[in-house]
């Protein structure tokens, strides 16, 4: 196992993520059995989780992609009131599918990147009988991604953003590339007041 290999674990996402976003958010990312959700917080757990599923590195990063898109009001609902279809879906369900996701993906291919990690991208269609161009629905991830870094990342994942490329990039500690993250936030808060 490699040095940078031995950085990317579990503890380290969920640190990073929990240390950015927790207090100003009260959101927390937690690991969760085979499907990913988002949980608003209630009465018996205080605050927000963004669960990802079974434990996997691209699915924490996936998930946190989804939640760093959403806006204030469908962070209130579960699963942000999306629609989810799972394998076998018709060429129109596929689309609508592939057409919600670009985005995300795009940021979950910047994330990766800033962790040193190789993206690819999901179609998650794996059982329908619809045809699906994976290179073509790549081409759009990598466009949106670009005109992300082009035009700027949304403001939580910007900060998300500069946390894992301190870390896993410059290797600073998780309390400094918390911390940078937490003042990336603190300074397009005060420029947008």
């Known amino acids: 196992m490699t040095q940078e290999q031995e950085r990317w674990t579990l503890h380290d996402i969920t640190a990073l993520f929990d240390g950015v976003f927790l207090a100003r958010y009260q959101t927390r990312l ?5 499907e990913p959700l988002y949980r608003p917080a ?7 989780q963004v669960i990802f599923a079974r434990g996997f590195f691209a699915s924490a990063l996936h998930e946190i992609s989804h939640w760093c898109i959403a806006g204030e009001k469908r962070r209130q609902l579960e699963d942000y009131g999306y629609w989810y279809l799972p394998d076998g879906r018709n060429a129109q369900q596929q689309h609508a599918f592939e057409q919600a996701e ?10 990766t990147r800033a962790c040193g990690r190789i993206f690819h991208v999901s179609v998650d269609n794996l059982g329908g009988d619809v045809e699906v161009d994976r290179e073509a629905f790549a081409n759009k991830v990598d466009a949106r991604a670009a005109r992300y870094l082009e035009e ?6 910007n900060a998300f953003f500069i946390a894992l ?3 896993y990039q410059h290797q600073d500690t998780l309390v400094q590339a918390i911390k940078q993250g937490q003042r990336e936030l603190d300074v397009a808060l005060v420029a947008s007041a």
């Not at 209630?42 to 927000?48: A, D, F, L, N």
């Open 152 to 157: 700027g990342l949304p403001l939580r994942a």
């Open 30 to 34: 937690i690991k969760g059995g085979d």
């Open 102 to 111: 670009i985005a995300p993906q795009a940021l979950e291919k910047l994330f």
């Open 165 to 167: 490329t301190r870390y």
């Open 42 to 48: 209630t009465s018996e757990t205080p605050y927000h």
